[in-house]
Structures are given as C-alpha cells and as structure tokens.
C-alpha cells in the first residue's frame, strides 16, 4: 500500500513569523493573512487539490467547483492557526460548545483511565478545552513529532508543559505502548488519531463514502491490549472562533480475540470507518486528509497479523 507521507507547508522561520504576528497582533490580523496563504497553496499544491476533490466529490455528491478546494484548504489553515492560540492561551478565544460530555465523565470516573480516539477532522487540538472542565484528569496525546519538526517546534515553545506531555510515536513501538499503558494506569487519558496509515502499518480496507478505504488497525491492536474504555472524540471547527467538541462512547473494552483476529479487527474497523464518515457528511470540509486516501489502483494490502504501533496524530 501506498502510504501518506507528509510534505511540511512552510519553514521554521515562516510558521514563526506567523505565530509572532499571530500573538502580538492578534487572531483577526493573523486570520486576514490566511487568504493569500491558501491561496499559494491552492495554487502550488496539485496533489492536494486532487485529493480534496476527490473527498469532496464523494462526500457532497455534486460537481466540484475550484472554490469548493480553496474553502477546504482555507479551513485546513484555520485550523492549524487557531492551534497555537489553544496552546498560548487555551479556549480564551474561542467559543468551544461540548457534546457528549457526561459519556467521557462516566468513563473517566470508572478510574482506570480512557482511550481518546478521534480523526483528522477539524482540531483536535480543540481538546484542550477539556483542561478547564477536568483539570483533575491528565491528558497525553501520542504524536509523530518527526512528521512535522518545524511547526512542533513552534508549537512546544507556546507550551513547553504540554510538549512535555506529549507520547513521541517516532521512538518507537514498545517505548509508545509502555507510556500510553502508564498514562492509563494513572487514570488519565491518552488521545490519538486512527484514519490516517503510515509506512509499515498494517491496514484494513473497510466502507468509506462508498468505497472500501484503507485504516490502520494499529490503534485497536494497542486499545485491545489497554483493555479500558474508548471514547471517539472530534474537535468540529464551526466558522469564526467556534468549535465543538464531540465525545461518544465507542467501547467498554475492545476485545480482539486472537482466534478470530482478522474477523474482530475488520468489524472495530468498520465501526470507526461509518462514524468518521457520519461526522464527515454533518462537517463535510473538516476532514482534512489531503492525500489519495483511498488508494484504490495501490498493491494488495499488508496482512493485519502484521500490524505495528501507529503513528497518527500528526498534523
């Protein structure tokens, strides 16, 4: 399979010069400059326009108009803005409404931690916001640091405490698992991403806007092995300085049986599959997998026996 590999937008000095402009003079002249921003990339950025046409195509239904892509990527540079004023100041500025919240309170007061999973979907640096409603309850995110140095950079120098918490998925299998086990036998929760494979992951082609797409099946090895409670999570950008973040409950406990390790592994998959594609109809220019995600003409997939750690909550 034909992996995503991540191009990097910008340079270290660049996504500085924008976090500079963005903290001393504020979200809404930093906003302003994200137009002609989009707009270079939506010019110089072929495969990404494709691939959003593609998405947008099969989740819209319609014909795809050149302003379709640019609003897609637009939003996309919204997002990764407003990330560092969630770090620098968490939801000062912005309106965060949350659903589902009494789903992940149950979970968490069960004590033996929670496993966040979300998509890369709106900001799911939009959890956050959690830090004011469950100061008590830790929160680690695993994170490919590797994939995007310049902008983690930037981003652990708004805040170094939160850089600190964060579960470094480029030191490999056994160092991951061994922290996410330990952040959740402090009852806290640890978050990651699971629709995005990576080079050597194992994946799974299950329903996808219509047609079989392929998704890691490395998260619900490492959540079948947690053996606690999975929550879905999505930090849904609605326009403006408003976001809303969802929770629902997914599991107990995932259960992967080793005696029908393929079966188990497709059904979890589907599920999380039909949800990410749920919130994408409600949201549809939230999604922001700028790749050829379906790999429909790609090699034959690896075997799911094979699975190794993911990688999946980078940028």
């Not at 034909?2 to 660049?14: I, N, T, V, Y």
């Not at 906003?31 to 990339?41: D, E, H, K, Q, S």
């Not at 939160?162 to 640890?190: K, P, Y």
């Amino acid at each position: 399979m034909s992996h995503w590999k991540q191009r990097e937008g910008g340079s270290l000095f660049a996504i500085w010069l924008i976090r500079t402009i963005a903290l001393r003079l504020g979200r809404g002249v930093a906003r302003a400059l994200l137009y002609p921003i989009a707009l270079y990339f939506f010019l110089r950025r072929a495969d990404e326009r494709a691939a959003s046409r593609a998405y947008l195509s099969r989740v819209l239904g319609r014909p795809i108009t050149g302003y379709d892509v640019f609003r897609h990527i637009h939003m996309f540079a919204a997002t990764l803005l407003d990330r560092m004023f969630f770090l620098a100041h968490g939801e000062r500025d912005f309106v965060v409404d949350v659903e589902g919240l009494a789903d992940l309170d149950r979970c968490i007061d069960g004590g033996h931690g929670v496993l966040l999973i979300g998509s890369h979907q709106g900001s799911f640096e939009a959890l956050r916001a959690l830090g004011a409603r469950r100061p008590d309850v830790p929160l680690r995110v695993v994170l490919d640091k590797q994939k995007t140095p310049a902008l983690t950079t930037v981003l652990e120098a708004l805040a170094p405490e939160v850089g600190a918490a964060v579960i470094d998925a480029s030191r490999g299998g056994a160092s991951v698992a061994l922290a996410m086990a330990e952040g959740a036998a402090q009852g806290g929760m640890v978050a990651l991403l699971a629709d995005r494979g990576h080079q050597g992951e194992s994946i799974c082609r299950v329903p996808f806007l219509g047609t079989p797409a392929p998704f890691p099946v490395g998260p619900w090895l490492l959540a079948s092995a947690l053996k606690i409670p999975v929550v879905l999570c999505m930090g849904i950008y609605l326009g403006g300085n408003r976001y809303r973040l969802i929770f629902e409950a997914f599991s107990d406990g995932i259960d992967i049986p080793r005696a029908q390790r393929a079966v188990a592994l497709e059904a979890v998959v589907a599920r999380y599959a039909a949800r990410v594609e749920h919130y994408a109809r409600l949201y549809p220019f939230n999604w922001f997998n700028f790749y050829d995600f379906w790999q429909e003409t790609g090699p034959a997939d690896e075997p799911a026996a094979t699975a190794h750690v993911p990688r999946h909550s980078d940028a």
